[in-house]
């Protein structure tokens, strides 16, 4: 067979992708016979509320939606979008010009990153970042400024960019509720990071795929609640993690319409849209956002309480945190990161993500995914700090 041609050399250059070798992993394990908790992904385990499951049905019926969708959006989602803005933030936005249906928020974040970042141009990024942020710009042969973004509260330092980096940056990409950390931003942070983006001529790209799951009376704001965010910043919802809904990969994004504008046209060049039945379950689930959200919110909290109460149990000095659907713990003393990650694996049956997966300023700590019942969530927390107190040698 002759050789094939050489991919570019943006994808072959690419950082190895940590959750490779955590797959290879699993697979070793999977071959020598050992069962195992995967608590590594972030997928939910729950089901999909049934009223958007007979929303999907009602749509796949439809013969008038079995050709392609519109590019932008189904009116029907435009128009839940636009009232889910309202109804949750008190954001007015016109359906028509500030919202574009995504397949997933993620897909829209690299589409908006290679939409604005291109050979020349920098993406600034949080050091402890969901992958897609540092991997999208470079894909597309931009540059990534990481940003120090350190514990307890892991907001990226914006006083410290060398004006060098300044002058070629393009967006800033904040995430908050956080994925990994779960880690919240106070509106006084959403104010620098607006004034950040306005002083320096950034898009400020918002991802507020956790926005519905917060604990303890913190409420996320959208960052268009933030005076001045509708002339710099788009932001990206998602059904995944709130409405249990992540095989559908339906969301939304909104905000600056010459950033949507430019969203849209690269998606029109490199796809037909997002399907109808995905539009129409995304439509029924921020129409009803309330009832639908408040179950998916309560279970992780109750996991949430579950695995922090491991915790003290056991003695670790660890605070629950405000938003998202992880733990995000320091590795314990006497082992290294992948150190750890092994030895979870093979002496507890657990699998947790190492920090790195989440950039460098991950190193030092691994993400536990609340994907499963509390109780056994529980259970794999004692054994895991059972674990940490005996080094595997």
């Known amino acids: 067979m002759p050789p094939a041609p050489s991919p570019t050399a943006s994808l072959s250059q ?5 959750f ?16 195992y908790l995967d608590l590594g992904i972030g997928s ?29 959006g189904s009116p029907e989602l435009l128009a839940a979008a636009a009232g889910f803005m309202a109804e949750r933030f008190g954001v007015v936005i016109d359906a028509e010009r500030q919202v574009v249906a995504l397949s997933g928020s993620k897909e829209g974040i690299a589409q908006i990153l290679a939409a604005y970042c291109g050979a020349g141009d ?23 400024h990481l940003l120090r973004a350190a514990a307890p509260d892991f907001l990226p330092s914006l006083d410290d960019v060398p004006a060098s980096v300044l002058s070629r940056a393009k967006v800033l990409v904040v995430n908050y509720p956080n994925n990994p950390t779960g880690a919240v931003a106070d509106r006084a942070f959403l104010d ?4 950040f983006a306005r002083d320096h001529d950034l898009l400020l790209v918002s991802d507020l795929a956790y926005s519905e799951l917060t604990y303890d009376g913190f409420v996320a704001p959208s960052i268009f609640e933030i005076d001045g965010a509708a002339a ?38 490199v796809g037909y849209g997002t399907p109808w039945v995905a539009q129409a379950a995304g439509a029924h689930a921020f129409s009803h ?11 992780y909290k109750r996991r949430r309480d579950a695995v922090y ?12 945190p405000k938003g998202a659907m992880y733990a995000w713990l320091p590795v314990p003393a006497g082992f290294d990161d992948w150190g750890w990650v092994r030895a979870a694996l093979d002496e507890t049956g657990i699998v947790v993500t190492p920090g790195l997966a989440f950039g460098p300023g991950g190193q030092g700590f691994f993400r536990i995914s609340l994907v499963q019942p509390a109780h056994v969530l529980s259970d794999a927390v004692t054994r895991l700090a059972q674990l940490a107190e005996a080094p595997v040698s």
């Open 289 to 299: 956002w309330r009832e639908l959200s408040a179950p998916v919110t309560a279970e």
């Open 192 to 195: 620098r990071a607006v004034a």
């Open 20 to 35: 490779a070798e955590l797959d290879r992993l699993k697979a070793d394990a999977r071959a020598r016979g050992q069962a």
């Open 309 to 320: 109460g491991a915790l003290a149990a056991a003695g670790w000095d660890a605070a629950p």
């Open 232 to 269: 710099v910043a788009v932001e990206m919802h998602s059904c995944s993690k709130a409405f249990n809904m992540a095989g559908l990969r339906i969301g939304f994004a909104t905000g600056r319409p010459d950033a949507l504008d430019a969203l849209l046209a690269y998606r029109s060049n």
């Open 14 to 18: 690419l950082p190895p992708y940590v």
């Open 44 to 72: 939910p385990d729950q089901p999909t509320p049934p009223a958007v499951v007979d929303a999907v049905q009602r749509a796949i019926a439809d013969t008038s939606r079995h050709g392609y969708p519109p590019f932008r």
């Open 122 to 144: 920098v993406a600034l990024v949080p050091d402890v970042y969901y992958p897609v942020y540092g991997r999208a710009p470079l894909l597309n042969g931009a540059e990534v």
